[in-house]
């Protein structure tokens, strides 16, 4: 058996961390905890339940180069959103070429850019983009908004019997 090198150390530690390997230790480098945890597959008799490690990793779709450009172009929905959506001043010529852009870009959910690009143009042309996002980072975002609501003040009251007196 061999894990996939699109595997990075994170991934297979978050792995371990699910399915309970309390035997192998976490903070090994990715190649110790790798050459640890095939050895704990074979000897547990497991290749069949894990062998999609050795596949490619489905969450790693793009390349660096391929994120740095659609980075670009949710910074110029950001960018088109902030001037007033004024399409002589921006790198769109209408509506239409936004709105094809944030059709390719919706893909990419994972990315805070992209969302926050999707999110300008849903409200101002009350559509419904869906940003497609992976459960680790559809986890995080309801986390941060539990926080977020669970950080606003709350205001209490109580009646109490007071005695005042005047000398």
Request: overall charge positive; charged content about 35%; some cysteine.
């Amino acid at each position: 058996m061999r894990i996939h090198e699109t595997f990075n150390k994170k991934d297979i530690v978050k792995i371990i961390q699910k399915n309970k390997i309390n035997c192998i230790d976490i903070k090994l480098t990715r190649y110790e905890i790798v050459k640890n945890l095939i050895i704990w597959i074979k000897e547990n008799d497991c290749q069949q339940k894990y062998s999609f490690l050795e596949k490619e990793n489905p969450n790693k779709k793009i390349t660096i180069k391929e994120k740095n450009e659609i980075l670009v172009k949710a910074q110029q929905i950001i960018s088109l959103h902030k001037n007033g959506y004024n399409y002589s001043f921006s790198c769109y010529k209408n509506q239409e070429a936004l709105l094809i852009e944030c059709f390719e870009i919706c893909k990419y959910g994972d990315i805070s850019s992209v969302r926050r690009a999707i999110k300008f143009v849903n409200e101002k042309y009350d559509l419904k983009f869906i940003c497609n996002m992976s459960d680790d980072i559809v986890e995080k975002i309801e986390h941060k908004e539990k926080i977020k609501k669970d950080s606003i003040p709350k205001l209490f009251f109580t009646s109490k019997k007071c005695l005042v007196d005047f000398d």
